[in-house]
Structure formats: structure tokens, C-alpha cells
């Protein structure tokens, strides 16, 4: 004789399909909130990349200022402001890039100089002052507003000169996510 098949009962069936309901509904209310924080965290980390390549940028100059292969005339480092923005918020840099012994001013231009301006960082080569125009965005504001740029100098143990630079930003979409980077660049050349 032939095994009956047994099926569900429609009890069992009614069962499963509250559980899967419920499962289902928490599913979607957590989708949401998990969205949310995965876009976060991307937002934490681009922040945290744009600051730190800028900051690379910077520190690159920063080392190499002073360096000269000859007779180089002029100010290899200078900190100022643009105007209306806070002390100590620009700094320009010079480098005998090409090691013609002259730190120049046109053409291939060693003048490099970094500042804060209306919550980005820009960047000009081949100029000597902090105001003007001309000065190029060194990211996307509509991703990253720099809070913070500051540079000061002061002498190491060895004698050498130290520079202290901070940079600071929040994502542009939610102030929330903040990051602050701090940096000690030794000045070999000064």
C-alpha cells in the first residue's frame, strides 16, 4: 500500500507566513538605516582621503622649501593670510625645482603656495603674496569644506625648523562628519 503524502496544515501555513512577514517587515525598516550608515562611512572616508591627499601635497612642498642649487635670492617661506580669512592660513614656498641655482617667478615658476579662502583650499604657483586671484580649488566643495588651515614654524631640537600644520574639514553634505589632521613637517632646507 502507498505512503500517504502529508502537506502543511493550514494552521502550519498561516505560521510560516507571519514569520516570513515579520522577517520581511524588519528587512525593510533596517534597509533604510543601513543605507544611511554605508553612504556615512563613505562620506567619512572620502573626507578623510581628500584631507590627506592635500595634506601630501603640502608636506611634499614644505620639505623641499629653501632648496637651492646655487644663489637663490628672495624668501623661500612665508606664512600670511588672504584677506579676510585667519591669521596663518597661507603659505607660500620656494624651491629650486629645475636646480638652475634661481628661485623663478615665470614660466616653469618655483613659487608654491597653498591658502584658505571662502571654506577651500587653493593652491597658485609662481606667486609670492597671499591675495589676488587666479588661485586654483585643490578639491570639490561641493564634497569637502575645509574648516581649518594653519601653519606656524617654530625651531626643532636639532635647530632645524619644524612647521605645524593642521587641516581640518567636514563633508558638505552633513556637517556631522568632521575629520582634523595634524602634521610636523622637519624644514631640511631652511
Not at 528587512?27 to 584631507?51: F, I, N, S, W
Not at 617661506?77 to 636646480?99: K, M, R, T, W
Not at 570639490?140 to 594653519?150: A, K, L, Y
Request: net charge negative; hydrophobic share 40%.
Amino acid at each position: 500500500m502507498p505512503a500517504l503524502e502529508q502537506g502543511f496544515t493550514l494552521p502550519e501555513v498561516m505560521l510560516a507566513m507571519t514569520f516570513g512577514s515579520l522577517i520581511a517587515l524588519a528587512a525593510a525598516k533596517a534597509l533604510p538605516v543601513l543605507r544611511l550608515q554605508t553612504a556615512d562611512a563613505g562620506r567619512h572616508y572620502r573626507l578623510e582621503l581628500v584631507l590627506r591627499q592635500l595634506a601630501f601635497g603640502i608636506e611634499k612642498d614644505l620639505r623641499r622649501a629653501g632648496f637651492c642649487a646655487g644663489q637663490c635670492q628672495g624668501q623661500a617661506f612665508l606664512i600670511g593670510n588672504a584677506e579676510g580669512e585667519v591669521p596663518n592660513s597661507c603659505v607660500i614656498v620656494a624651491y629650486d625645482l629645475n636646480q638652475n641655482g634661481r628661485w623663478e617667478n615665470s614660466g616653469d615658476a618655483e613659487y608654491f603656495a597653498y591658502r584658505l579662502r571662502a571654506g577651500a583650499l587653493e593652491g597658485q604657483r609662481g606667486v609670492t603674496h597671499c591675495r589676488g586671484n587666479g588661485w586654483e580649488r585643490l578639491h570639490d566643495p561641493e564634497e569637502v569644506r575645509i574648516n581649518t588651515f594653519s601653519i606656524s614654524e617654530t625651531a626643532g631640537h636639532d635647530g632645524k625648523s619644524l612647521v605645524l600644520f593642521s587641516l581640518g574639514g567636514r563633508s558638505s553634505v552633513r556637517e556631522d562628519i568632521q575629520q582634523r589632521l595634524e602634521w610636523v613637517v622637519s624644514m631640511e632646507a631652511l
